[in-house]
């Protein structure tokens, strides 16, 4: 590993961006119509249609409990990556992957949700990927939150949810972004290109307290070394926060 | 039936429009990057997806003939309607609805290619649905056959496919509409609106040569007589005639 | 397409049969011992097993409304064919074509069924090819009205359904027959050797008003015209007032 | 248990038959018309329509040895029985049942063929009940093996087979048949009012030297004895042969 | 056949063993401890681990009615046996061979327990193969047996059942053996080598009582004679006579 | 969180451990007697059986290709847990918990062998779980990797694999274990009663060399901070540096 800190020249990321810069991030709220909330979320080329379904039930493990429930599914679109693949639908059957993923974007959620406010709701994210150029889950993430939050707003408004005590069932922001070690060089936000050709493959999800919610890291070439890790969750860091501040300004617009 | 000739005013449509009005229509190539053809079709607020993938490869009974396929995937998205549907690759298995749309979809589209051009190529046309407002088969297959038209065409472009004789694997126009019976009267293009609340419901798909395709009709309420059926063929005709119109802009822009 | 009125002779079809004449009609009733209606249909070499089942319960959208349900269900004996298909049982689903054709009889059926009439019961056609020769879904059609009836008198004859100011839950008569553009002539019910070799094919339910229920017509060849449709329409609607004076005598037997 | 050749008067049989004796059964050949081999057989009100199909390929554990395969498929219709049973192709797969009772017929059909004298062809009994009233299993059996002899005879006529020193694939003849122990009276070929209401049910197939192929006995309502095991095993022998006899005639006839 | 009787020598068991000879049998109680009956029962190399789980529900056909159900559950480790067999799970279903087996393990045991004493629970042995080496189903049976006594202890060790009239829910006890003829010579407890080379298999399941509860046989290479049938109930009568000695052994330990 | 390093006593773990204390870890080689591997590992209570099956195909993907492949499945018998839980097989698919613990295990012990060195050879490592206690995944990677090493020192042996330049195909080694936050402090080897009640669970896949294959942190309760990721690590590098230890000793055993 190079050390990030060393003065050599780190080898230009094929994107042109420098190691710890994210692509252009879009977060487009309202793009469809009917669902409660509804978020068409890019990182880069990575495009994802995240919406939020508010249900009046819970699944049968909650019933009678009084709490809520968030969970999430994802998908992609047959030709949203370079090559065809297969749909999920018509193979009958969601693959691991898929549903690694769509567990994962439910567990972050959760995280900042306070289920005993929601009343006896689930609130379902859809995450279907038009568009996959690397990072399709840390953009889902990142997208289900603002549709979340729209989704929980609307409630509120419309006096379904009443807050108790001022406090309302989303607290706090999260968000995601992947980090690598790509040649050598800890980098954000990785691309398909990228991605391909890193050795270290790690997708980090924190809150707005700068607080770590998941932490998952492949090494695909070589182990990595401790010091690669702490380079890689500080790169995460700092494009969290930045995240963070794009979906506060999206909330706001 | 009200004779549609008749000078009493017929009932307003909920949207307004006159009983022949198509709604706005927007065609939008290139929409995602990966696919041969890519295009986004709204017809008012029903929007559809749809890609055109080549493969070199032929389904098991056309091995070995020097023939191509053309087929075509359907899916909606879980919150593209009023309320969330289960999603098919989450429940193990593709809907009756689902997979008799597909099936249409492709003769429809198979009736324009002279797949003996084709070589032993697969096209898949994927038509996904973002949002659903009515019409969404009829959008779909008037959306693929931009995106099939965009994929051949980079076929011959790229010299994949050598025009023979001047003739190319598409010949003609292909284009899709729904007519209905609403309180009495034909109108053209249902939206959802029209199409919950309507006696019949036909959906139409002919080519630019004015003949026949497909011709799916359905009594909802009650049996339709033989004039309703001339009224509504004759109104998808018009429809159809002018979605052609829009198609040849498109691809011309 | 040869003009229907001309003068010059049509082609001999295959079956010997002129344009306009249906094959052999058979109509068994009581065909299996167990079923509430059991009818045994033939046209010419299609022979379709139809059964129809009265169940105390409806689906879970109608519980509570008193209201009954009519659906159907269709299958293909594996060697029913002239080379043998799989058993879909055994594939584990149902095909496309399959899900298609059922729901087609499911909707025709319930259009000549007053269901409030019925009660919170449910009524399932089972219909089952024993032997095919083109014309399944239109036999079972026309087979399954007259399974219905037989079941639904049923209930009348055991004080289970009372008709209320004397309207009992079947009105009318359905009935189902397969049109076609052979060789340029438009022919009444196709059989296999026919449709494997047309241009167009068209499977058109009627009521005993003359009414249409489902028009469903595919260019296998080239597009049809007006002409054609209109043509291929007045064949169906002869043949389809025969098909109910047969479906009368057999009831009436 | 009473001893069968005790003088006291055994109970009536629901049936009125002797406990010796069998149903009324029936064997028609060439029931359907495109199958190799086509019997429809009846015991008593039980009717099982037993195909054969010839195709010119074997399983893959077979390939290139040169031998040749028998199976069979079973499949019950909905209706076939007193109250509706779900559809196993809307249900999505066979039950343990339908597996069992299929994996039975093609090892007892296995059983009388000399499967290097077929070549490398698989010949599949599908065995479908159209209603049902007790040993279905045994009726398919006894029927699939008419219908096995119709397909490898036209083998043989056709010139696909050529006998090997006078030796054909089918040696020797199978039957089976179904024997009970009846209000402690051994009984013969149970229907289903005695099946519901018997303490020990055992299926029984043979060949036509007196050999057992299978035997499959459960006690439902106590454990049965060692001669209550003879008594039932000496009665299906000679029914068995009686079952013989008649496939003899039907194929002679 | 050869006379068991007979005096010339007969050809000696590839195990060594003498051809009433059982496998060395072990039964292990308390294997693992969360179920409330845990057994692990070694045949020779075959090793089953069966537990009894005890649920306070039963299945909806027994709901209200104060009854107890009795359920089996087989399935074979992928590496159990000499080459690797696919995961059932991961093939998306159990084959027919693994729901016959299981279907025979809940008749068996079913037949040793008054369900009217059980109360609405369910208990389910789950019986599953960590190596194989002929037999398992037999083994199963042997060890469930012991699980089930476990199981039911326990309930009325907790009070959860209370004994009338002195009576508890399992009566009597339930073994299981193979026998075959090998080599002409009807031999006990087949092991995997003699399984693969024997002419006749059968699966036997008694009670302590010495009634057959289940008798499944199948002739693999010709068909078996009366005599052979009497030599080979023999044989297992013994064997299972000394199995639930065994049973009863393990449990007073 | 408490600071790892204070003075303040850490409150007792249930199990009583030191919180750097790993569970009595047992591995038993050659438990089953077929596979090319076969490891019992015991975490404590939880028990894991690993085998290593090698087969001579490759998935389609890398045929031709001259390389290997290394694959994992995971399964967890129905009664391994306090409640029985529905078999995977039976209900007719696994489940996402399984499909992402599978994926890990294979992904983690690719890690450590260099399959241009495996020849078109598939070793499949089987992870079935016995006995649940937690850390059920990180015993079966720790196991499957024993088990790993005697199929590729088998192979060695017979001379089917030959080392080139004195590398084998598996370099190093690979081993996992759970920590955990746990009422605020970092503990090591979570059992069942702990990682039910723990803040933050992790699982770490380590190598020889002390670096990274694997990371996978969720936050259970609250957000975890950088300080409790680096205790959590540092936890896990000493465990594992102990558990490569057991594995060199059970394979010089």
Redesign the interface.
């Known amino acids: 590993m190079t050390d990030p800190t060393a003065s050599s020249p780190a080898p230009a990321r094929p994107s042109g961006r420098a190691p710890d810069q994210l692509r252009e991030v879009r977060i487009e709220r309202g793009y469809?119509?009917?669902?409660e909330g509804?978020v068409l979320i890019s990182f880069g080329?990575t495009?994802v249609?995240c919406?939020a379904?508010v249900?009046n039930r819970v699944p049968a493990f909650l019933r009678g409990k009084g709490e809520g429930w968030i969970t999430a599914?994802y998908?992609m679109?047959?030709?949203?990556?370079?090559?065809?693949s297969d749909?999920?639908?018509?193979?009958?059957?969601?693959?691991?992957?898929?549903?690694?993923i769509?567990?994962l974007i439910g567990?972050s959620l959760r995280?900042c949700v306070d289920r005993s406010l929601l009343g006896e709701r689930t609130i379902?994210l859809?995450c279907?990927v038009?568009?996959?150029d690397g990072g399709t889950r840390t953009a889902a993430i990142t997208g289900a939150y603002v549709a979340l939050v729209d989704a929980v707003n609307e409630l509120i408004r419309s006096g379904e949810i009443k807050p108790k005590g001022g406090r309302t069932p989303v607290f706090g922001a999260v968000a995601a972004v992947s980090v690598g070690i790509w040649k050598g060089v800890p980098v954000l936000d990785l691309d398909y290109a990228e991605d391909s050709d890193c050795d270290t493959d790690?997708n980090v999800v924190?809150?707005d307290?700068?607080?770590?919610?998941?932490?998952?890291?492949?090494?695909e070439g070589?182990?990595?070394?401790?010091e690669e890790?702490d380079a890689m969750?500080a790169l995460a860091q700092d494009g969290i926060a930045t995240l963070i501040g794009l979906q506060r300004e999206a909330l706001a617009g």
């Open positions: 469809t119509r009917h669902a509804s080329d495009r249609l919406t379904s249900e599914e998908g679109l047959p030709r949203a990556t370079h090559t065809r749909r999920e639908a018509a193979r009958g059957k969601q693959g691991g992957r898929t549903l690694e769509q567990r567990r995280a379902t859809d279907d038009l568009q996959a790690m924190m809150n307290g700068g607080g770590f919610i998941e932490l998952q890291g492949t090494a070589h182990a990595f070394r401790r890790l969750t």
